[in-house]
């Protein structure tokens, strides 16, 4: 399937739900493309496509991250690494807290789940502010590994996420809106 047609399978099944979380805002919901097995698989060969040969592991961030890195993982045969909220992983981990518009969260994964320099893509559904993105990479680097890239099914413009993340890292977005 070519970028342009999983772009329009993808597309046609966002729902748009306005005034949700709150008035003025319209929520992109993915969750018919996770309920079309064509269009998942669209998305999970879209996303690393462009990084294809770049990278070992696929670093999905919770929790629509998991789906799309599971199956990205499932189509290329790398592995996933599970970037967690903080509070959910049972073994050692490394913490990575980062600012919301109306407090903190924090990020975590577990110590030494993947060889030192590891090339991790990184891929979660929405690049909005880029707060969540730019921990999870900072995640990456201070566990030891590399940010091969970062991949995301949604960006939404006129939010900052991308010039949040600066020149340090290539970004893809299937779709931008």
Known sequence: MTEQSARELVSSLIASIPDFPEPGVTFRDLTPVFASGPALHALGASLTEPFAGRFDDIGGVEARGFLIAGAASAICGAGVLTIRKAG??????????????????????????LPPGSRVLIVDDVLATGGTVAAAARLVERAG??????????ELEGL???????????IFSLLQY
């Open 160 to 170: 900052g996420g991308r010039e949040a993340l600066g020149d340090r890292y290539e």
């Open 145 to 154: 590994w590399q940010v091969a890239g970062i991949s995301v099914a949604l």
């Open 88 to 113: 959910k992983l049972p073994r050692a981990v490394l913490r990575e807290d980062y600012a919301l518009e109306y407090g903190t969260a924090a990020l975590e994964v577990h110590e030494g789940e």
